[in-house]
């Protein structure tokens, strides 16, 4: 099967730029998630959505980041402004539903911003 | 709140030593514990979880409630095995959101 599909690969902006970045997750896959990580430190939970509704948006700093995945397939992250403090891998993720446990997680290549 | 501590950021052994990574964690209610591994190059991917108690790749890990610690061992390491691994913790069923440590990376030494 075809994985999780993550464009673009890297991107560089100037601080108070706008930058977005796309995800396709795997086929069937009705939960969605978009991680940052930043160098040194492990993937963190930015926003987890569930077909087209979102599930969990606590860490998500939402003065300045959005997200939707509209038709409950692909999904857009958004940064408006960036900080320098955004430089980081933003991982997107997918798994199917499960009624108890945690399912795997297939995660795509990730997208590298720098800030400047 | 719940934390997952990963105390090596850098481990090196030598090939066909015994490696293990050690994972410590802190949760309130009955945790699902993972490790994920990332080879160079390559996306992150899941190596096991415990409720499978099963050996990946010669690798296996046991979830001790007492001392809450998920660690990772295989008894002769290859260099194969080069990689960052992640150890990761799902809390709230049904949440299936993952929280990670800060990673080790393990070098084996030919």
């Known amino acids: 099967e075809a994985g999780v599909a993550q464009s673009p690969r890297y991107k560089i902006i100037e601080k108070r730029q706008s930058v977005a970045f796309w995800c396709n997750p795997i086929?069937?896959?009705?939960?969605l998630y978009w991680y940052q990580q930043i160098l040194g430190q492990g993937p963190k939970l930015l926003i987890q959505?569930?077909?087209?509704?979102?599930?969990?948006d606590s860490q998500l700093p939402k003065d300045r980041f959005s997200a939707e995945r509209l038709k409950g397939v692909d999904s857009t992250l958004k940064i408006q402004p960036a900080k320098l403090e955004d430089s980081a891998v933003y991982l997107c993720?997918?798994?199917?539903?499960?009624?108890?446990?945690?399912?795997?997680?297939?995660f795509g290549p990730g997208t590298r911003l720098t800030v400047t | 709140a719940q934390r997952v501590t990963q105390p090596e950021k850098l481990l090196s052994v030598f090939k066909g030593a015994p490696v293990e990574l050690k994972c410590n964690y802190s949760?309130?209610?009955?945790?699902?514990l993972f490790w994920y591994v990332q080879y160079s190059r390559q996306r992150l991917q899941l190596l096991l979880r415990?409720?499978s108690r099963e050996s990946i790749k010669g690798f296996t890990a046991d979830l001790n409630k007492g001392e809450t610690s998920f660690h990772l061992k295989k008894p002769f390491a290859q260099e194969e095995d080069s990689a960052m691994y992640y150890c990761?913790?799902?809390?709230?069923?049904?949440?299936?959101?993952?929280?990670f440590g800060t990673g080790t990376r393990l070098t084996v030494i030919p």
């Open positions: 993720a997918s798994s199917p539903i499960r009624r108890q446990g945690a399912y795997e997680q297939y």
């Open positions: 086929s069937g896959h009705a939960t």
């Open positions: 959505f569930q077909n087209n509704g979102v599930v969990d």
């Open positions: 949760y309130s209610g009955s945790p699902e």
């Open positions: 415990h409720i």
């Open positions: 990761a913790l799902s809390g709230r069923t049904g949440a299936n959101n993952l929280f």
